[in-house]
């Protein structure tokens, strides 16, 4: 179970709504699986040119490069690596881990789709090397507008496994 303050769901649910259609992204920090802070991190899939696009090769982005950068943003995100390490580093420095990453779905459910869990083994495949905890996958699902909805998710072996999310009284 992740143990969430009220105040950082709704600090990611507005991070959410301030980027539709594109969906936002960041990453979770805190200790012994509850969070203490979020640190927002661009998207930079929502920002690219097409021709940015184009020079940006990788298999994972090729079915991209027919979307609108609309319809692009809204299947997908890329953390700007800059930021990743920033946030890294300040994390370390306060002693805390890394705890997750979340990221938006504007029109479709909180459930990673096939590009979320490919990422998400990606990262997998070099995370053991940077001496990293396993991170949870979070997702804040826009869909029902009036009612968004986090889920947060273990990826392992390309299968999603839903872990329980506890809010828990801001001070
Ligand atoms: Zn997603």
């Known amino acids: 179970m992740l143990h ?4 950082i769901i709704q ?16 990453i979770l920090s805190g200790e012994n699986q509850s969070v ?22 990788g298999a994972k982005l090729s079915d991209l490069k027919h979307l609108s950068p609309e319809e692009r943003a809204d299947i997908a995100f890329q953390m700007d690596a800059r930021e ?18 979340y990221h938006s779905h504007t029109f479709s459910p909180a459930r990673p789709s ?32 009036k009612s968004p909805d986090i889920r947060a998710y273990r990826i392992q072996d390309s299968k999603a496994t839903e872990v329980l999310i506890k809010q828990i009284a801001s001070e």
């Open 114 to 145: 096939q590009t979320d869990i490919t990422i998400a083994m990606e990262f997998e495949s070099y995370r053991k090397k940077l001496n990293l905890p396993e991170p949870l996958h979070l997702i804040v699902s826009l869909e029902h507008t």
């Open 11 to 26: 600090d990611m649910i507005t991070h959410a709504r301030e980027l539709a259609p594109h969906e936002c992204c960041g």
């Open 4 to 7: 969430i303050p009220s105040g």
């Open 84 to 101: 990743m390490a920033m946030a890294q580093r300040d994390i370390r420095s306060k002693e805390r881990d890394l705890l997750g990453f």
């Open 36 to 57: 203490t802070e979020t640190y927002r991190i661009t998207n930079i899939l929502a920002t690219m040119s097409e021709q940015e696009l184009y020079r940006f090769e």
